[in-house]
Every structure is written in structure tokens, then in C-alpha cells.
């Protein structure tokens, strides 16, 4: 019996040091390369994303009038070339993130490689697509079905103490994404978050 537990101890050291050196091989916040060590934090996993993903998904749920998908949902890390194949023409190599419903299914494609803060934010934004597909007029203006998915983000960056990344949103001024987020945060400004979602669920 004592001989079993000490090569079950020992069993366990191997592997966690076999663990750390997979670890250490593979982790992508410490990557060598020409002969430096330098340091990013990107999502380039699904193990990396994943996390991400559910916090974004309960700061909606907890903290944004319970905005939440009945459909399954599929979240699909791509390479920008492969978003490009899919993306409209008129948004070839600007998109970081697409969204799309299939057979009952909302899938989600984000690039691989973004920054964390960066991740959450477009997460949030095609998250936001899925529940308007569930809850909002189908043939709903491009102005507000972006400002509000940009709106979503936004506020999910705040949440997470993003503040550089909900600024970029913020300051954004082109005539889809900028001009629908400030339609939708004039929104909020006067009748706070519940207004919103009554007003994007019954305006075309
Ligand atoms: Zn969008």
C-alpha cells in the first residue's frame, strides 16, 4: 500500500512537469523569436477563447438586461483569408469577426491572433448579431442592427475595464457603425438600457 502511493507521487510529478514543459512550448503570451523573448497576449485557441467568450456572454446576461441566445451557437476561430471568402465585397480585409445563421445554428467567426480586449469586443458585436436574429425585425436597418451590435461591445468592454477599446468604439464616426452607436448610446442616455432593447426589438 505505502509503496503504491509513493509511485502514484511520483507518477504525478512526472506529468506535471511534462505539463509545464507543453506549457511553456506552447504558450502564447511568452514567444521567442530571432532570438528575443517579448511578450503578447492574443487568442489564437479555442482553449483562449472559450473563457473569454462566457465572461462576455454573463456580462450580457447579468449586466445588459439579460441579452441572451435560445439557439446553439458555434464559435469558429479563421484565418482573416478564410473570414475574406465569406465576408460581403465591400468589407474584404477590414472584418475581424462575421456572423451568420445556419440550419438553427448561430455561428460565430472571429479571427485568430486578436488581443484579448480586442477579442471580447468583437465576440460582443457578433454575439449581439445572433440575439438580434432572435428577438429584432428581420429586415432591420444596417445603421441600427450595427450601431447596436458596436453599442453591445461598447458596453462589455466598460464591464471588463477596457476603456482604451470601448473609446475606439466610441469614437468611431463613420456613417454605418458610428452614426447607429450614437443613435443607440442617445438612447440609452435618456431611458437607459431597457429602452434600448425595447426600441432595437420593435424598429425596423
Ligand atoms: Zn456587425
Not at 11 to 33: D, E, K, T, W
Not at 57 to 85: A, F, K, M, W
Not at 181 to 196: P, T, Y
Request: hydrophobic share 40%.
Amino acid at each position: 500500500m505505502k509503496k503504491t502511493l509513493k509511485i502514484t507521487i511520483v507518477f504525478l510529478i512526472v506529468i506535471l512537469l511534462f505539463q509545464s514543459r507543453i506549457y511553456g512550448r506552447n504558450n502564447p503570451y511568452n514567444i521567442a523569436q530571432g532570438g528575443n523573448t517579448y511578450y503578447q497576449t492574443v487568442i489564437n485557441t479555442k482553449e483562449l477563447a472559450i473563457p473569454i467568450f462566457e465572461k462576455m456572454r454573463s456580462y450580457l446576461y447579468y449586466n445588459l438586461g439579460g441579452i441572451s441566445v435560445s439557439y446553439p451557437y458555434v464559435l469558429d476561430l479563421v484565418t482573416p483569408e478564410y473570414l475574406d471568402q465569406m465576408a460581403p465585397a465591400t468589407y474584404k480585409g477590414m472584418e475581424v469577426g462575421l456572423y451568420t445563421f445556419e440550419k438553427n445554428y448561430h455561428h460565430i467567426y472571429i479571427i485568430n491572433n486578436l488581443a484579448v480586449d480586442q477579442f471580447l469586443g468583437t465576440a460582443a458585436h457578433e454575439y449581439a448579431h445572433a440575439w438580434q436574429t432572435e428577438n429584432c425585425p428581420l429586415n432591420q436597418n444596417i445603421v441600427l442592427k450595427e450601431g447596436f451590435a458596436d453599442w453591445v461591445a461598447y458596453k462589455v468592454l466598460q464591464m471588463d475595464g477596457a476603456i482604451n477599446a470601448s473609446q475606439n468604439i466610441f469614437y468611431r464616426s463613420d456613417p454605418v457603425y458610428g452614426k447607429g452607436f450614437k443613435i443607440i448610446l442617445s438612447i440609452e442616455d435618456r431611458g437607459g438600457i431597457q429602452a434600448v432593447l425595447d426600441y432595437v426589438k420593435t424598429t425596423p
